[in-house]
C-alpha cells in the first residue's frame, strides 16, 4: 500500500500569502509533518546514493556552467509520478500556487523543483532567484529536510533585507521558506554538515517558447 503522510494544516497557504503580501517573504517552521518530511528526505539519500545527484549550474541554456566557487550543491530536477512522498509535495505546493494567484494575482503557472544536497563545506553565494534572460520565476520556496539540525551544523539561508539587515534561517527540517524571487537576496551560508534541501520555483508564463 501506498503510505500517504496527511494531516497538513490547510490554514498555511493563506498565512504565506498574506506574509507575501506584507513582507516580501515567510518563514513557516512546521510546514510539513515530520513523516512526509522524512519519507522526501530519504528519497534525496536515496537518490545521492544511487548517483542521481549532479553539480549543479548557474544560468541558464547555452550560458549554463558549473562554478564551485558560487556554489557547490549537487541537484536533480522532480517530476511527477517518480515516489509517493513527491507527488504529495507537488500537490501541496499546486495548492499554494493556487492561493497565491488568488491572494496575490500573479499568474503563476506552474512549479519546478529539485532536491539538492550539499556536501560538508558546500555553500551558494548570495544571489537572486531570476536569470538576466528568464524572469519567469516569480515566487522561490525551500523546504528543508534536515533532522536534529543544531546550532554549529552551517547551512543558514542568510536573507539581505532591503533595509541592510539580515536574517540567517537554519534549514531544519520540515521549515518551508517563501520570497519573491527577483526582491530578496540571498545565500547559502557553509555547511558543516550534509545539507538536504527542497528548492522550487513558482513560475509565470514565459515570453519566448521553452
Ligand atoms: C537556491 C537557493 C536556498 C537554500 O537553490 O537558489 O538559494 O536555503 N537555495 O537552499
Ligand atoms: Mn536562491
Redesign the pocket.
Known sequence: MRAMHTSFDETLPQRIVDDLAEYGWSRQDCFLPEALTAALALECRRRAAVGELAPAAIGRGDAQEVRESIRG?LTQWIDPGQATCTDEYLVLMDGLREALNRGLFLGLEDFECHF?LYPAGAF?KR?L?RFRDDDRRMV?A?LYLNHGWREGHGGE?RLYFKDGSTLDVP?RGGCL?VFLSGELP?E?LPAGCERL?L?GWFRRRGSEPF
Open positions: 550543491d539538492a551558494y544571489h532567484d522561490s525551500v539561508l534549514p521558506v540571498h547559502v534541501s528548492t
